[in-house]
């Protein structure tokens, strides 16, 4: 017959190898207290108590520049916004010259704000780490108030000598009307990131079920029509026509003072623009055809 096993030996057994595992945790683990945001803090908000908590979590997934308690970031602001659970870390703290942006942005790269409105940026979807291809417009009009000259000096006349002229002045010979000018698009940039999107411009689905109130506090979040987006541009020279090369970053902001950007939003896998894909509109070219084929076909 088997021997009944004493059933204190088994406690005391149970109780010794769950001892030991923990001593083999703690020695492997070794817990850490870390601060770690307690609620989503935007950016450039200055930490309170209510803002962070500590929690523990293993030695080795804790960062370098972490804090182990709450007193050492009350009072500093983040330059880059926190989700529940994340770290507080010395390098995203304002205080910081290189958090927040600056540290975001490869060699070569500068960030750049740009005017939007609801229609040229995706209706307000577009969040930070999202790609966007440029598209830049531009129409004569714009040029010639920069310039201080009619419209119709900035188009060019072309005279029966050959010479084209596009200021004032007077013409030799008789002069034969150039092709009118007309606004022009085309896609300029393609896989430009983006950096920051101001919060009150973010569009937020609100719940079938959310009440009078949370329907009031979303409206007031989001209730700008207009803002600043910033990206994320090389300065690396491009092509943007068969033999012109432009800064990327100077191109745009050239265009957001003086013509139109439009943002549009790309898959998450990327985005790629074959050459001949790329093609520029001119909207009065495009009048002219349309208006010649509906004379053709009557």
């Known amino acids: 017959m088997n021997k009944k096993r004493n059933p204190i030996i088994i406690v005391v057994l149970a109780v010794f190898l769950g001892l030991a595992i923990m001593v083999l945790l703690n020695s492997v683990i070794k817990p850490t207290p870390v601060v770690v945001a307690k609620s989503i803090i935007a950016p450039g908000t ?3 108590e209510d803002l962070v908590e500590v929690h523990t979590l293993p030695a080795g997934g804790v960062p370098k520049d972490a804090f182990a308690t709450v007193q050492e970031v009350v009072g500093k602001s983040v330059a880059v916004g926190r989700t529940i659970g994340d770290p507080i870390v010395e390098s995203i703290l304002g205080e910081n010259a290189s958090a927040g942006i600056p540290s975001q942005l490869a060699e070569g790269h500068v960030a750049i704000a740009i005017s939007v409105d609801q229609a040229s940026a995706v209706a307000g979807i577009l969040r930070a780490g999202q790609s966007v291809t440029l598209i830049g417009m531009i129409t004569p009009d714009v040029l010639s108030q920069q310039m201080g000259i009619s419209t119709s000096a900035v188009q ?7 010479t084209v002229e596009t200021v004032p ?6 002069p034969t009307p150039a092709p009118v000018l007309g606004p022009v698009g085309k896609i300029s940039i393609t896989n430009v990131r983006v950096l920051m999107v101001p919060q009150n411009f973010q569009y937020v689905e609100v719940p079938a079920t959310a009440n009078q109130q949370e329907l009031f506090a979303n409206s007031a979040a989001t209730s700008e029509d207009k803002s600043v987006i910033v990206l994320d541009v090389p300065t690396t020279s491009l092509e943007i026509t068969p033999g012109v090369f432009v800064n990327p970053a100077t191109l745009i902001a050239t265009l957001n003072n003086y013509g139109k950007i439009y943002l549009a939003l790309e898959p998450s896998a990327g985005l790629t623009v074959s050459p001949e894909n790329n093609v520029t509109i001119n909207l009065a070219d495009l009048y002219n055809l349309i208006n010649e084929s509906t004379v053709t076909n009557k």
């Not at 002045?169 to 008789?174: D, F, M, N, R």
């Open 46 to 48: 200055t930490l309170t």
């Open 156 to 162: 060019s006349i072309i005279t029966n000598d050959g």
């Open 169 to 174: 002045g007077t013409v030799k010979g008789t």
